[in-house]
Every structure is written in C-alpha cells, then in structure tokens.
C-alpha cells in the first residue's frame, strides 16, 4: 500500500507523462495550452508535486503577486 507521499509522486509523474505525451523530447504542454521547454517549468503552487507552469503562467502570477 502506497504512502500519503508515494502517492503525491505517482499523481504527479501521471500528469506530467499527459503533459508530454506527444511533444518533442524536452518540451511540455502547459494547462494554459501552451507549449514551453521542461527546464523552464515551474511549480505551480508551494507543493513540489504540483503541475508544472510554463514561463508565460509564471510572468502572470509574479505579475499578479507584486500587486
């Protein structure tokens, strides 16, 4: 039986397996639909297990934080 941490791994590898699927090695497609390198993902809350974000989402919510 899997730990409450094993399983925030397992949900979060899933979801970034569909982020990838069908994208060029090294890229993702992020929840706002678009397409950015892997290197440059971001978490997308405090939670390290969190989808990642692509560099546009994260200029948004710096943006929106600064406020």
Excluded: Q, W
């Excluded at 039986?1 to 699927?21: C, P």
């Excluded at 560099?55 to 934080?65: E, H, S, V």
């Amino acid at each position: 039986m899997l730990d409450f941490i094993e399983r925030l791994e397992s949900a979060a590898e899933f979801r970034l397996d569909e982020m990838t699927k069908g994208m060029p090695v090294g890229y993702f497609k992020c929840g706002c639909g678009n397409i950015d390198e892997l290197c440059h993902a971001a978490p997308s809350t405090d939670n390290p297990y969190s989808d990642p974000m692509c560099r546009k989402c994260l200029d948004k919510m710096l943006k929106g934080i600064g406020k």
